[in-house]
């Protein structure tokens, strides 16, 4: 059995930029709550997306719960919410008491389908917001998503979670609606051990995340509470570590790209295998390589494999409106989420994995084709 190869580990920079802002956070004994650290961070990351503010959060749950309160998000307001998706996308629509109706995806994008959005808005016409995914680094498709949610005046929330480095037409995702979430989970492209960033162009609501996020203290000598508040803040030493990823961004991004490349040279021509769509707006950061399955080779057939030789692998994300908790919401679409998830499978897209982890990975691969 040969050494561990991940599905997508920690990365960080071979340059210690990340030990150099934790550091000068342990110089000046700022450790915890907030910072200089925390305040850069927002900046640089608002900078590099191209959105004009930002609010570093305890992760991207935290960002999305309180993008939703931020739209106004309350008790029985409808979310339409991408089905397949992360539950964390999901959970923080329940934290407000909301309703989400969830939505299908299209085989050309793998995000959500306009024309399943646009079903919804038929049947729900007073729907409070619409929570968008990027799946895996893919952009959704977002003048189609823009313009239909712009027509029904429905404020719109990015899940970018998956897809920072990710450009649709130019634009990075995260930034066409009016709230953009990213996070710095262990395993994302970057990662801050752990926490979440949520931008916008409105600056005001923005400020009102930041207040709401350190418990609602008012501005008062004594402590004083008129909101419901939430312990949300980023700590000034993980917000070093994101200052430090920030830099090695495009580097990951590449390598990632160069992870899909391999993938798609060596197992493209088998039959049955076909990876995740490319469109002529897309440009994505490629977070997980994935491929579906048509022919005799099945996802769990790929993931024992590669379990057996010491690999991980998953499965494409089992859709929201599928899951036990979920289930009883409605759901509009057809069974393109299902038929992903049922014959999708994720490769090792780790950023440390060398030529000879990638074709081990897919020797291991190609041999199920020749049993």
């Known amino acids: 059995m040969g050494n561990r190869i991940y599905l997508s580990s920690p ?18 004994n700022w450790i915890a709550p907030l910072g200089e650290n925390v305040n850069q961070f927002e900046k640089e990351l608002a900078a590099k997306v191209g959105s004009k503010t ?8 935290a960002a999305i719960h309180m993008a939703l309160k931020a739209a106004g998000v309350e008790e029985g307001d409808i979310v339409f919410c991408s089905t397949l998706t992360f539950s964390a996308t999901a959970n923080p629509i329940i934290y407000q008491n909301a309703i989400p109706v969830f939505i299908d995806s299209n085989y050309e994008t793998w995000n959500m389908d306009p024309e399943a959005l646009e079903e919804a808005f038929e049947k729900y016409p007073n729907v ?20 239909i949610c712009k027509k029904h005046n429905v404020t719109v929330i990015e ?13 990075h995702t995260g ?4 709230y953009g979430i990213f996070s710095f989970n262990g395993n ?23 207040f709401w996020s350190t418990q609602s203290r008012d501005q008062a000598r004594h402590y004083q509470h008129s909101e419901l508040g939430y312990n949300y803040r980023m700590s000034n030493i993980v917000a070093g570590i994101g200052r430090g990823q920030l830099k090695v961004l495009d580097k990951r991004v590449a390598k990632k790209n160069y992870i899909f490349n391999y993938y798609k040279k060596e197992l493209g021509d088998l039959e049955g295998v076909e990876f995740m769509p ?11 390589s994935s491929i579906i399955l048509t022919g005799h080779v099945r996802p769990i057939d790929i993931m024992k494999a590669l379990e057996e030789d010491n690999i991980e692998s998953r499965p494409i994300w089992k859709p929201m409106h599928m899951q036990p908790f979920f289930e009883k919401y409605d759901y509009i679409g057809g069974d393109v989420s299902e038929k992903l998830f049922e014959n999708g499978v994720c490769l090792p897209s780790d950023t440390k994995m060398t030529d000879e982890d990638l074709n081990r990975v897919c020797t291991i ?7």
């Open 11 to 28: 990365h960080m920079s071979d340059e210690g930029y990340e030990k150099h802002y934790i550091q000068k956070a342990f110089d000046t």
């Open 54 to 61: 930002a609010a570093a959060l305890s992760s991207g749950t």
């Open 128 to 147: 409070k917001a619409v929570l968008v995914v990027h799946l895996y680094g893919l952009s959704a498709d977002m003048d189609k998503i823009m313009r």
């Open 159 to 171: 899940d970018a979670a998956e897809s920072l480095g990710t450009y649709y037409k130019g634009q």
């Open 175 to 178: 930034t066409f609606g009016d």
């Open 188 to 210: 994302k492209i970057i990662t801050t051990s752990g926490g979440g960033m949520i931008v916008s162009d409105n600056e005001e609501r923005i400020a009102k995340v930041r």
């Open 278 to 288: 490319s469109n002529e707006w897309n440009k994505p950061n490629y977070w997980l």
């Open 365 to 371: 691969i190609k041999g199920l084709w020749t049993k």
